[in-house]
């Protein structure tokens, strides 16, 4: 557990570091010449947990630095922060403000850092990344050329079509070729591919999106994915328990895997079928058996 802290607001343009013991405020670039700059201000100090917020595409570069140089850093969901901030009265929203919070976050709750990971796992969520942005594009346009009725239009929607599904398939290629190159990880995506519904690109999905999996107990695996519902009680009140939270990423690929394994897995359809039985909703149901799924990694 760290001892001290940095507390990074990550912008387009800019990183606001507080440094918690030292009680001192630097804005950096959010550039590899600012990473380089953040590293160096430690010094000798090896005990120093970095903290910030996951925001999109601007935390990127800073993580990727950061875990390649072995610095101990962990990425906060905002909503926490965010609710951490309120618990503690800070309303205010500012650069600064929220780098402070954010120090203050990692030695209140006495955050630990994340696994170091390989820069083969940063190039295979940036593909995945990307990936996903052509099957977006693809559904709109495909969605267009339903409705479209101008033969210009047509043929321009489906050239487009036809060029991201070659980018989309070009990816899978490099992504396959990536994993294949990583025995470990080529291990653990053909062990998934035996759950029926899974196929390489769900299992590579699964892999990096989470890289926890085998190494957490399944009920932080279930909690991670945001697939383990909670409680809501209040004395003699009960409320329903719902799923919250979690990395919706890894929920959207698992969940027609999840069908599949209901119609054609023995123990999942069993499974499913007894909850129904049970009284429990179909929606419920499906949601423990993709929880069972994310458990298999």
Not at 35 to 54: G, I, R, Y
Not at 72 to 93: D, E, G, T
Request: proline share 3%; with cysteine.
């Amino acid at each position: 557990m760290a001892k001290d802290t940095i507390g990074i607001d990550v912008s387009k343009d800019r990183l606001d570091a507080f440094w918690h013991s030292r009680d001192e405020m630097r804005s950096l670039p959010n550039t590899a010449e600012g990473f380089e700059q953040l590293c160096s201000w430690l010094e000798q100090n090896d005990d120093v947990l970095f903290v910030f917020e996951a925001t999109g595409a601007y935390h990127r570069g800073l993580e990727r630095h950061l875990s390649l140089a072995a610095q101990p850093f962990i990425k906060v969901n905002p909503k926490q922060a965010r609710r951490f901030a309120q618990a503690i009265s800070r309303l205010a929203k500012t650069d600064g403000v929220d780098a402070r919070m954010l120090a203050r976050m990692g030695i209140a709750l006495d955050l630990a850092p994340q696994d170091v990971e390989s820069e083969d796992i940063h190039d295979l969520r940036e593909l995945l990344t990307a990936r996903r942005a052509l099957v977006k594009d693809q559904i709109t346009a495909k969605t267009r050329l339903a409705t479209a009725l101008n033969p210009v239009v047509r043929e321009q929607l489906g050239r487009r079509i036809d060029d991201i599904a070659a980018d989309i398939q070009a990816l899978d290629k490099v992504i396959a070729q990536i994993a294949r190159q990583r025995g470990t990880l080529e291990d653990r995506i053909c062990r998934l591919m035996t759950i029926p519904g899974i196929g390489r690109l769900t299992a590579t999905t699964m892999l990096i999106d989470m890289p926890e999996l085998g190494h957490f107990d399944n009920k932080k695996i279930a909690a991670l994915a945001g697939l383990a519902p909670m409680t809501q009680q209040s004395g003699k009140w009960q409320g329903k328990e719902r799923i919250t939270g979690g990395r919706s990423s890894l929920r959207r690929a698992i969940y027609m895997p999840a069908l599949v394994a209901i119609r054609f897995n023995h123990d999942l359809h069993r499974k499913y079928q007894q909850m129904l039985k049970a009284g429990k909703a179909k929606k419920v149901a499906i949601t423990a058996i993709m929880s069972s799924a994310s458990r298999l990694g």
